[in-house]
């Protein structure tokens, strides 16, 4: 299994498949519009600038299960991320990360790091080229933290 195996919702309520993202280094985030880490956006973006020409993606996942820090539509929240943070990056529909409605790929993700659920927002987990997840970051480790392994991955 990889995330390839696993189909999500865009913005817009249509499913896409992961495997759309084959032979690239993907970065998965649940992300908030109201947290204390929600200025990580604004790294997060420059990470997906400086390498999304080298096979890089990040897809943000909004989630409102943490003291409901995102409670707006799918809209909303896109229009806040790209006014504020100027997000290009994919942004998801809104999933939940954990509980009797956790997203499969929430499960597989956690599955497969170190079993721990989501704790909050942004809590970071990054792909390989293969599908395979190279490294979990918790949401204090900030998207600069996380540039050293990145630069790995797209050496491969």
Known sequence: MSIYD?????????????????GKVV???????KCGFTPQFEGLEKLYDTYK????VILGFPCNQFLRQ??????QILEFCQVN???????L???????KEQEPLYKYLIEQTN???IKWNFTKFLVDQDGKISARFE??????????????????
């Open 53 to 56: 020409d080298e096979d890089f």
């Open 93 to 99: 529909g809104k999933i939940k990360v954990k509980g």
């Open 139 to 156: 949401p204090k480790e900030t998207p600069e933290q996380i540039e050293p392994q990145l630069k790995e991955l797209l050496k491969k």
């Open 6 to 22: 696993y189909k999500v919702k865009d913005m817009k309520d249509q499913e896409i498949s992961l495997a759309d993202f084959k």
């Open 115 to 117: 079993g721990k659920s």
């Open 70 to 75: 995102d409670p707006a539509g799918n809209d």
């Open 27 to 33: 970065l998965i985030v649940n992300t908030a519009s």
């Open 85 to 91: 943070y100027g997000v290009t990056f994919p942004m």
